[in-house]
């Protein structure tokens, strides 16, 4: 199999320390294989974006870097800023509040989420620059959206040349630069005993385990929040009629013919007559719930003659013989006995007991009677027919 060849993006999130961007790029530089950037993008405020230039552009210490390690020509233009801005699109300067933050996350998620949509690239994603909830963002943003290819990384600096105004990273010959220590006094420093390390940071990858839907950072975040606590808590729920069997995750549920066809009752309430269609999540939600006397109904039985008769292999006189036996619809007593025995049937088949809430049927007391039906989520039901 052929290796992929992919195009190196490094993002940056880049605050009042300019020298994390060729820091890291050295560090890429002295890996073995070597890591160049095809593009870079960094994130910051405006008066981060003005260093930057100033430092990095105007005093050449980029192009120096890559004269001084033969590195293939990288230029910073003017799209590789990403400058955070306001509700009003205005640029920020600095991050100082609730809001200026919540626009940073999103900001940060935006770009990751967009450039984690192209297979062909590899993101090289560094948290050392900037303020701490810069790092936080841009971890969560590629653990949401990273795929296995991508990497999250901190460029480890020497304590002395750490933040150091003099220090961009390490030159070839050896040069003195000054410390200002806490004391006030100067500390002669030689470039040659400075140590530059990248760390690359282990990461959960979510991206292809959820389904994210939401815009903002924090509305991500909530999304994902429920889509894992239903994917680890709620197993899928699968019915096949036609093979008579139901699967909770990958276990096997065997209920007789008749119950089968109840608790394809109660499932097939939950999906065809949800009163929140638009909601993707149910949650605690059980207004699709219904007291027994709908269930017991003539009409109600028609759609369960049916789901009878693809239980026994599609032979329609199954379905008439149910429908003769109960001719004006299944009795409260009989489904109440048939519904204990489901619960029986699932709470004897799975043992993990945090389960068996999700999958029973359930009775809630509302508008002053007896409600029954399933918990589960509506999104972990499958009845193939």
Sequence with gaps: MLKQEFREVFIFVAGATPQIITETIYAFSQKNPQVHPDEIYIITTSTGKKRIKETLIEKGILKALNDEYSLPALE?????????????????????NEAENEALGDCITSLIMEKARDKSIRLHCSLAGGRKTM??????????????????????VSSDFETNPH?????????????????????????DNAEIQLAELPLIRLGNKLSLKGKGFRELISEGQREWDTATIQPELTVDLFARTIYIGETLIEMVPVQLMIYAAFLRQKLEHCKY???????????????????????????MAKD????????????????????????????????????????????????????????????????????????KISIDN
């Design 277 to 303: 269609p638009d909601s993707p999540y149910c949650l605690e939600c059980t207004d699709c719930f219904f007291v027994l006397s709908d269930l017991a109904s003539k009409p109600a039985l028609e759609p």
């Design 308 to 379: 009878y008769d693809k239980i026994y292999g599609g032979k329609p006189l199954k379905g008439e013989e149910l429908s003769s036996k109960w001719k004006e619809g299944i009795k409260p007593e009989v489904l109440r006995g048939n519904i204990s025995k489901i619960n029986r049937t699932i709470k004897e088949q799975i043992h993990d007991e945090k389960l068996l809430p999700y999958y029973q049927v359930a009775t809630v007391k509302k508008y002053a009677d007896s409600r029954y039906g399933v918990r589960i989520e509506k999104g």
């Design 76 to 96: 910073l233009k003017e799209d590789s800023f990403i400058v955070v801005k306001d509700s009003s699109g205005q640029e920020l300067d600095d991050i100082r």
């Design 135 to 156: 790092s936080f963002y841009i971890g969560s943003a590629l653990q949401l959206f990273g795929r296995p290819w991508d990497r999250l990384y901190h460029v480890l």
């Design 167 to 191: 220090f961009f990273y390490k030159p070839k010959k050896n040069t003195v630069i000054e410390r200002r220590c806490a004391d006030g006094s100067i500390k002669q420093l030689n470039t």
